[in-house]
């Protein structure tokens, strides 16, 4: 069992939709969870991060923790075809992060 | 604010060859991270520098690897022989703090060395 899961798709939604994204952990000592946005061939980049159980939320985007299910969740509100991306879903346990092997999303105009 | 730099972008190197790879991290950060990605694979640890020190070489593959951070600024991850297997894209990432609890370390990516070992 992996330690860090995502549903690699590709999610396809369209244009002004919700997009969610999941991603399941196994390590129940990983305090902090990452949600990193990776364009083809850039590097990733940090959109949101999550330490407390619950919503947190920044603009459109609103990331979800819940400690006792070890589930972690991205919704992007008002999709816009530039939020086509790979989106990486990342734990943090002493220090260094494990990925999740990043879910495909497109969204259709 | 400069990011975290990575240089070269791409080498491409012949099974047995060295390859020397370099990250200057954000300015001020003490906490810097090299991560691969293999094809297919997610992004994976190999090792945390806290300053000049080493705090966490777990996920170093094997003793072909050596990394650096001489001065605490910029770091070096030599391959030495490289082998096919270690073809992929390494990422180096820095962070101003710890991830403790009641707080995250946000770790900031540079744009990555594609290694090509043919």
């Known amino acids: 069992q992996k330690e860090v899961e995502q549903n690699s798709g590709p999610l396809s939604v369209p244009e002004g939709a919700i997009a969610s994204l999941n991603c399941t952990y196994s390590?129940?000592?990983?305090?902090?969870f990452f949600w990193y946005r990776q364009y083809s061939g850039k590097s990733p980049e940090l959109i949101m991060f999550?330490?407390?159980?619950g919503d947190k939320e920044d603009g459109r985007f609103t990331a979800q923790l819940n400690k006792a299910s070890q589930y972690v969740s991205l919704l992007i509100r008002d999709s816009q075809p530039s939020d086509s991306a790979t989106y990486l879903c990342?734990?943090?346990?002493?220090?260094?992060?494990?990925f999740g092997q990043g879910t495909r999303l497109t969204i259709n105009p | 604010e400069a990011g975290v730099t990575q240089f070269p972008s791409h080498s491409v190197i012949e099974k047995g060859q060295t390859v020397t790879l370099r990250c200057d991290p954000i300015?001020?950060?003490?906490?810097l991270y090299w991560y691969r990605r293999v094809m297919g694979k997610e992004i994976k640890f190999l090792l945390h520098?806290?300053?000049?020190?080493?705090?966490?070489e777990s996920g170093m593959p094997n003793n072909r690897f050596l990394a650096e951070r001489t001065g605490g600024t910029y770091s070096t991850l030599k391959v030495q022989p490289a082998e096919l297997e270690d073809s992929g894209v390494y990422f180096c990432?820095?962070?101003?703090?710890?991830?403790?609890?009641?707080?995250?370390?946000?770790?900031?990516f540079g744009p990555g060395t594609r290694l090509t070992v043919t």
């Open positions: 990432a820095s962070s101003l703090t710890l991830g403790l609890a009641g707080s995250a370390g946000e770790q900031y």
């Open positions: 390590d129940r000592g990983s305090q902090s």
């Open positions: 999550i330490y407390s159980n």
């Open positions: 990342a734990g943090q346990g002493a220090q260094k992060l494990v």
């Open positions: 300015s001020g950060h003490d906490n």
């Open positions: 520098f806290v300053k000049e020190s080493k705090q966490d």
